[in-house]
């Protein structure tokens, strides 16, 4: 939210004030992680005795949960009501945070960060890193700001109403800012399909079902990287508003509505340093089971089908020698106006018990499609009422709409009866047969409601996301174990990754769309989220064959693969011959590739590092990668430059060194861009210089023992030893050394 009018006045309506002067510096216990700072920050200088009176002051206090980790806590009226963050699994117990304090010098050290505080005027907050200033929070950095009834027209802000900009009610605000250097790049702040670099950009942390093509966004996070070495996590579940240098140009600026503002500065020196400080805190994806990984195919949205139908895509996919892993079952396995009921449509599935067990019998495993919403004509409806499992409004009548579900209530996670209630549905689904779930939905949480827990209405509304995949995952987890649950969910906010897979939203057709998608998606991935997947072909309309087969080869060549569209089905056959033997290449390379794939995903739930990583990830000293959004990584070792256009020109950047492309052994220098052009059935992938890639000896299925067959193709480019490991799916971890200098191109 911006506040300022220029550098030298403020909007309209707005009073801002800000801290003047570290004004005295304590040494104390904060309560919650021990050792801590507690700064008077009067919002102006004191010279005199009687400058004291009438004086508004900032609190900030400065404590650290884990080691390379500083919280920093402003607060106006510290008695003022506080709405909570984050659930934080990783932070210590009371009293056993990682700081060490010094009240003399105004420092806190934290592992390699350290936070200094100068003393007096003016105020002067700075980050440092080993030693090295990477950030800090200076003049007019730190504030207490008001909005008179002028400015909060201006805002979209009229009595206790929310405008549709998402913007709170609330008329009170704190913000931070923090010094943005020259030549530094912001990323992250979740699955944003605008630029990859948030320099420049207004972003409100607000959940909304806006699509792929809009500033809107399924899976909001408070968290940025910076290319300098650190990340910010602002602890509010609730609205967030940043300005990405896009008000005050030298700064980020993050604001919140009420008293309390509360963020958490991690320590580099890398990026992946930063992803896994930050996951340490937050929570890290699990590992998914290995045939999360194969092709998924869906029924798509609007189309008509049956079992007839769903037999005959699935055996036109094993005629065809396609991989298939599982089959999707979208919104209309139930009746229509019933979502949800959780119960097949007898009209369609009069057997699901019986097409259960074939689909079983054919080596696949069963997706369904759920939301958390109850349409008033399902026959849950009313149990659900009757019990208080759905959220309320302030009269004590249930909360109801017509968008999306005619009269649908909305379940109430809050309340542990609800959540057991709806795990108790899903579990008849797991025992039938059914494998795993597409949670959809949850971004439209309305916010004048009343929660079971009591639970600020404008916190729920980034948060509903995280406890209806929670219900979901942990009742997986139940009933399936640890290492067999899977999500395709849709909306997120930190801590989401604890609870993969998640996928894009709502693409359309389009090459363009394709961009932003895998924009969508490296954007995620700067934000701790170690899995993603996206609809191959686009969602909304029909692709055309060559954005299709073009998307295939990026679809099969991403952490996770689904095949789903709107009204129309994505079976390749039904764009063209070419289409289906590009699905078969791509689908049986990533079976191949799956002793690697999997292993890079054991590797992130211990780190914290995605399976797709944006160049800046690998490569955080090369200038060249800042800006780079066409191109990922997958893993580490191969680099892929999905092809965006339907002749096959391509245009991508290769980092220094010795670079082999997988599919057709080519090995060219790097250190500069390419230009190539590819047919339908290739694009660019290469392995990076002194690669060694696990190679599967099976290319038709996912979940295979991968130590049977096992090779390791090694390429060119490096030198010495390098260890290998590789995990098959029954956990199974074996240890392979390579020389690497015995390897020539």
Same mark, same amino acid.
């Given at each position: 939210?911006?506040?300022?009018?220029?550098f030298w006045?403020?909007?309209?309506?707005?009073?801002?004030?800000?801290?003047?002067?570290?004004y005295d510096?304590?040494q104390?216990?904060?309560?919650v992680?021990?050792?801590?700072?507690e700064?008077?920050?009067?919002t102006?200088?004191?010279?005199?005795?009687?400058d004291?009176?009438n004086?508004?002051?900032?609190?900030?206090?400065i404590s650290s949960?884990?080691?390379?980790?500083?919280r920093?806590?402003i607060a &106006? &009226?510290i008695g =003022?009501?506080w709405?909570?963050?984050?659930?934080?699994p990783?932070?210590?117990e009371? =009293?056993?945070?990682?700081?060490?304090?010094?009240?003399?010098?105004?420092?806190?050290?934290s592992g390699?960060?350290?936070?200094?505080i100068?003393p007096?005027?003016?105020?002067?907050?700075?980050?440092e890193?080993?030693g090295?200033?990477?950030?800090?929070?200076g003049?007019?950095?730190?504030?207490?700001?008001?909005?008179g009834?002028?400015?909060?027209?201006?805002?979209?802000i009229?009595?206790?109403?929310?405008?549709?900009t998402g913007?709170?009610?609330?008329?009170?605000?704190?913000?931070?800012?923090?010094d943005l250097g020259?030549g530094e790049t912001?990323?992250?702040? =979740?699955?944003?399909?605008?630029?990859?670099?948030?320099?420049?950009?207004t972003?409100?942390?607000?959940?909304a079902d806006?699509g792929?093509s809009s500033?809107?966004a399924?899976?909001?996070?408070?968290?940025?990287?910076?290319?300098?070495?650190?990340?910010?996590?602002?602890n509010?579940?609730?609205?967030?508003?940043?300005?990405?240098?896009?008000?005050?140009?030298?700064?980020?600026?993050?604001?919140?509505p009420?008293?309390?503002?509360?963020?958490?500065?991690?320590?580099g020196?890398?990026?992946?340093?930063?992803?896994?400080?930050?996951?340490?805190?937050?929570?890290?994806a699990?590992?998914?089971?290995?045939?999360?990984?194969?092709?998924?195919?869906?029924?798509?949205?609007t189309?008509?089908?049956?079992?007839?139908?769903v037999?005959?895509?699935?055996?036109g996919?094993a005629e065809?020698?396609i991989?298939l892993?599982?089959?999707?079952?979208d919104?209309?396995w139930m009746?229509?106006?019933?979502?949800?009921?959780?119960?097949w449509?007898?009209?369609?599935?009069?057997?699901p018990d019986?097409m259960l067990?074939?689909?079983h019998?054919?080596?696949?495993?069963?997706?369904?499609?759920?939301?958390?919403?109850?349409?008033q004509?399902?026959?849950?409806?009313?149990?659900?009422a009757a019990?208080?499992y759905l959220?309320q409004?302030?009269?004590?009548?249930?909360?109801q709409?017509?968008?999306?579900q005619?009269?649908?209530?909305?379940?109430?996670?809050?309340?542990?009866?609800?959540?057991?209630? +709806?795990?108790?549905k899903l579990?008849?689904?797991?025992?039938?047969?059914?494998?795993?779930f597409?949670?959809?939905?949850?971004e439209?949480?309305?916010?004048?409601?009343?929660?079971?827990?009591?639970?600020?209405?404008?916190?729920?509304?980034?948060l509903?996301?995280?406890?209806?995949?929670?219900?979901v995952?942990d009742?997986?987890v139940?009933e399936?174990g640890?290492g067999?649950?899977?999500?395709?969910?849709?909306?997120?906010?930190?801590?989401?990754?604890?609870?993969p897979?998640?996928?894009?939203?709502?693409?359309?057709?389009?090459?363009p769309?394709?961009?932003?998608s895998?924009?969508?998606?490296?954007?995620?991935?700067?934000?701790?989220?170690?899995?993603?997947s996206?609809?191959?072909?686009?969602?909304?309309?029909?692709?055309?064959?060559?954005?299709?087969k073009?998307?295939?080869a990026?679809?099969l060549?991403?952490?996770?693969s689904?095949?789903?569209?709107?009204?129309?089905?994505?079976?390749?056959?039904?764009?063209?011959?070419?289409a #289906?033997?590009?699905?078969?290449?791509f689908?049986q390379?990533?079976?191949?590739?799956?002793? +690697?794939l999997?292993q890079?995903?054991?590797d992130?739930?211990?780190?914290?590092?995605?399976i797709m990583?944006p160049?800046?990830?690998?490569?955080?000293?090369?200038?060249? #990668?800042a800006y780079?959004?066409?191109q990922?990584l997958?893993g580490?070792?191969?680099?892929?430059?999905?092809?965006f256009?339907?002749?096959?020109e391509?245009e991508? +950047?290769l980092p220094?060194g010795?670079w082999?492309?997988l599919?057709t052994?080519?090995?060219?220098t790097?250190?500069?861009?390419?230009r190539?052009?590819?047919?339908?059935?290739s694009?660019?992938l290469?392995?990076?210089?002194?690669?060694?890639?696990?190679?599967?000896?099976?290319d038709?299925r996912?979940d +295979?023992d991968?130590?049977?067959?096992?090779?390791l193709?090694?390429?060119p480019?490096?030198?010495?030893?390098?260890?290998?490991?590789?995990?098959a799916?029954?956990?199974?971890?074996?240890?392979?050394?390579?020389?690497l200098?015995?390897?020539? =191109?």
């Open positions: 939210m911006k506040f300022t009018d220029g006045q403020l909007r309209p309506g707005v009073t801002a004030l800000y801290a003047a002067e570290a510096i304590r104390t216990d904060d309560g992680d021990g050792v801590a700072l700064i008077t920050a009067p102006q200088v004191i010279a005199r005795r009687g004291v009176l004086r508004t002051t900032l609190t900030t206090t949960p884990i080691e390379g980790v500083i920093v806590r &106006h &009226h =003022g009501r709405h909570g963050g984050f659930a934080l990783g932070a210590g009371r =009293g056993t945070g990682a700081g060490v304090a010094d009240a003399g010098a105004g420092t806190l050290t390699a960060l350290t936070a200094r100068a007096g005027a003016p105020w002067a907050l700075s980050f890193v080993d090295v200033r990477v950030t800090g929070s003049h007019k950095a730190q504030a207490f700001v008001r909005l009834a002028e400015a909060a027209v201006e805002h979209g009229v009595g206790n109403a929310r405008a549709e913007v709170p009610p609330e008329r009170v605000f704190v913000h931070e800012q923090l020259v912001v990323y992250g702040l =979740g699955e944003r399909f605008g630029p990859l670099v948030k320099n420049g950009q972003i409100d942390v607000w959940n806006g792929t500033e809107q399924y899976k909001n996070v408070p968290f940025y990287l910076s290319s300098r070495g650190y990340g910010v996590l602002v509010d579940p609730g609205h967030v508003s940043f300005e990405v240098g896009s008000e005050a140009v030298e700064r980020v600026q993050f604001s919140v009420g008293e309390v503002l509360e963020y958490f500065v991690f320590a020196p890398t990026p992946k340093d930063v992803l896994t400080r930050y996951t340490s805190l937050t929570g890290r699990p590992v998914v089971p290995a045939w999360s990984y194969g092709p998924w195919l869906s029924t798509s949205f189309t008509d089908y049956d079992e007839q139908t037999t005959s895509f699935i055996e996919m065809r020698d991989p892993s599982v089959f999707h079952f919104c209309f009746r229509e106006f019933n979502w949800c009921d959780f119960e449509d007898p009209r369609v599935f009069p057997d019986g067990r074939r689909l019998d054919r080596g696949l495993k069963v997706s369904v499609w759920i939301n958390p919403y109850i349409a004509r399902s026959p849950l409806f009313a149990e659900a019990a208080d959220v409004r302030g009269d004590g009548s249930v909360w709409w017509d968008l999306w005619a009269g649908m209530g909305l379940v109430d996670f809050t309340n542990p009866a609800a959540v057991r209630w +709806y795990q108790d579990r008849v689904l797991l025992a039938q047969g059914v494998d795993c597409k949670t959809d939905f949850g439209r949480i309305p916010t004048d409601v009343v929660w079971h827990d009591g639970s600020d209405p404008a916190r729920m509304h980034n509903y996301a995280q406890l209806y995949n929670r219900a995952h009742v997986l139940a399936r640890e067999d649950a899977v999500l395709f969910a849709r909306s997120a906010t930190a801590g989401g990754q604890t609870m897979v998640h996928w894009g939203g709502d693409n359309t057709s389009t090459f769309s394709m961009a932003e895998l924009r969508g998606g490296l954007s995620l991935a700067m934000s701790g989220f170690a899995h993603w996206h609809d191959i072909g686009g969602f909304e309309g029909t692709p055309d064959p060559a954005v299709f073009r998307w295939v990026f679809g060549l991403s952490s996770h689904r095949f789903h569209g709107s009204d129309s089905y994505r079976v390749p056959w039904a764009f063209d011959d070419e #289906v033997d590009i699905t078969r290449r689908a390379l990533k079976m191949r590739l799956m002793p +690697y999997f890079v995903g054991i992130a739930a211990r780190t914290g590092a995605p990583r160049m800046q990830l690998e490569f955080p000293d090369d200038p060249a #990668v780079l959004d066409r990922y997958l580490s070792e191969l680099l892929v430059a999905p092809v256009s339907e002749t096959g391509v991508f +950047y220094p010795e082999t492309s599919l052994g080519e090995t060219v790097g250190g500069g861009w390419r190539e052009v590819h047919g339908f059935d694009l660019p290469y392995a990076r210089p002194g690669a060694v890639i696990p190679w599967g000896a099976r038709d996912p +295979y991968y130590h049977d067959g096992l090779a193709r090694v390429f480019g490096g030198s010495g030893m390098r260890d290998v490991t590789v995990t799916p029954d956990g199974a971890s074996r240890d392979y050394s390579v020389d200098s015995d390897v020539t =191109g």
